[in-house]
């Protein structure tokens, strides 16, 4: 299995610009989830999305950023217009999520995209 | 959630035993704990995960008292490479959510 994808691995913008992040899950995982980490903030859990429909996105900053999940093969978060302060690393991850039971599962995260807004 | 709190930094020597321990206070009847490890420019990995005792997997142990406050993840002999980050995690479902909220992680500097 190639774990999650993640593209681009790089990203240099400048502010005003969309940026456009994009990621594969593991195939057969059904919860996808998006973070953002910086210096400051540390990981933060922007969304996350079961079977394909967005579950919680009060982790969203502001409306600059959406995030999307056509398929269970695919999700974009978008950021638009991106500002300097935009700039981190985003991750997303996945994770099989179990069918009832009070546990979460494990996360599978890629290996992140690194957002430089000018 | 409940909030958790771990040592910002933590040194050792290769061949030690590394206990990093967390504290979640306000943990709740159905959280579980789990332990992630991250290092510089990759994402977090799952290390183990618990409810109470003892859990043992190849790579880890954790240590959960009765009450359920805290919890230890244990790395037996560290060398060189288990230099990361490591994250305290507790949480559970929460009606149709699963979350995770990473704290700010113990930085675990391990020296030849």
């Known amino acids: 299995d190639a774990g999650v994808i993640q593209s681009p691995r790089h990203e240099v913008t400048e502010m005003g610009q969309e940026v456009t992040l994009r990621c594969k899950p593991i195939?057969?995982?059904?919860?996808l989830f998006w973070y953002r980490q910086t210096m400051m903030r540390g990981l933060e859990l922007l969304i996350y999305f079961n079977n394909n429909v967005p579950i919680d996105d009060s982790g969203m900053p502001e409306d600059r950023f959406s995030a999307k999940m056509p398929n269970a093969s695919f999700s974009t978060l978008k950021i638009q217009p991106s500002e300097p302060r935009d700039s981190a690393v985003y991750f997303c991850?996945?994770?099989?999520?179990?069918?009832?039971?009070?546990?979460?599962?494990?996360?599978?995260f890629g290996p992140g995209t690194r957002l430089t807004v000018l | 959630l409940a909030k958790t709190t771990q040592p910002i930094s933590m040194d050792s020597y290769e061949g030690q035993e590394v206990n990093i321990t967390c504290s979640h206070n306000n943990i709740a009847t159905n959280d579980y704990i789990t332990w992630y490890q991250q290092f510089p420019s990759q994402g977090p990995r799952f290390i183990i995960q618990g409810y109470k005792t003892k859990v043992t997997n190849e790579v880890a142990s954790l240590f959960i008292p009765a009450d359920r406050k805290s919890s230890t993840l244990s790395l037996p002999r560290v060398s060189l490479s288990d230099t990361a980050v490591y994250y305290c995690?507790?949480?559970?479902?929460?009606?149709?959510?699963?979350?995770?909220?990473f704290g700010s992680g113990t930085r675990l500097l391990v020296r030849p």
């Open positions: 195939s057969g995982h059904n919860s």
């Open positions: 991850a996945s994770s099989l999520r179990a069918l009832g039971g009070a546990t979460f599962n494990e996360q599978f």
């Open positions: 995690l507790v949480g559970g479902r929460m009606d149709s959510s699963y979350k995770l909220i």
